[in-house]
Nanobody, 118 residues
Framework: QVQLVESGGGTVEAGGSLRLSCAASARTLNGVALGWFRQAPGEEREFVSAVTWSGANSYYADSVKGRFTIFRDFEKNTVDLQMNSLKPEDTAVYYC???????????WGQGTQVTVSS
C-alpha cells in the first residue's frame, strides 16, 4: 500500500510555470515507480511523466517533452513535476501515481487542479 499526497496546483497564465509535489509513504518504496497523470474535463486520464524506482530513467509524454521535468527525492520520498512554458491545453487535474510499472500505476493521490489561462 502506498499513500500519495499532492500539492502545488493553481492558476497561472500561459507561458508561466508551476511545480507540483507528491509525498509518498509506504512500508517500502523499493521497486516502486512514481509519476504523474492528468485528466482534463471530458477526457480520459493520460500519462504525463514518470521515473523508475531507482531514479535512473524518466519518461515523458510527447506533449510535455522539453517543458516538464520530473524529480525524485529519495531522502524526502517525494516526486516533483516542474512545469514550464505552460499552455492552456495543460489545464487538468494532475494525479500523482505509484506502482510497479512506469505506465501503469496501482495507487493514486487525490489530485490537484492546474489551470492555465490564455
Amino acid at each position: 500500500q502506498v499513500q500519495l499526497v499532492e500539492s502545488g496546483g493553481g492558476t497561472v497564465e500561459a507561458g508561466g510555470s508551476l511545480r507540483l509535489s507528491c509525498a509518498a509513504s509506504a512500508r517500502t518504496l523499493n521497486g516502486v515507480a512514481l509519476g504523474w497523470f492528468r485528466q482534463a474535463p471530458g477526457e480520459e486520464r493520460e500519462f504525463v511523466s514518470a521515473v523508475t524506482w531507482s531514479g535512473a530513467n524518466s519518461y515523458y509524454a510527447d506533449s510535455v517533452k522539453g517543458r516538464f521535468t520530473i524529480f525524485r527525492d529519495f531522502e524526502k520520498n517525494t516526486v516533483d513535476l516542474q512545469m514550464n512554458s505552460l499552455k492552456p491545453e495543460d489545464t487538468a487535474v494532475y494525479y500523482c501515481g505509484a506502482g510497479s510499472k512506469v505506465y501503469h500505476f496501482d495507487y493514486w493521490g487525490q489530485g490537484t487542479q492546474v489551470t492555465v489561462s490564455s
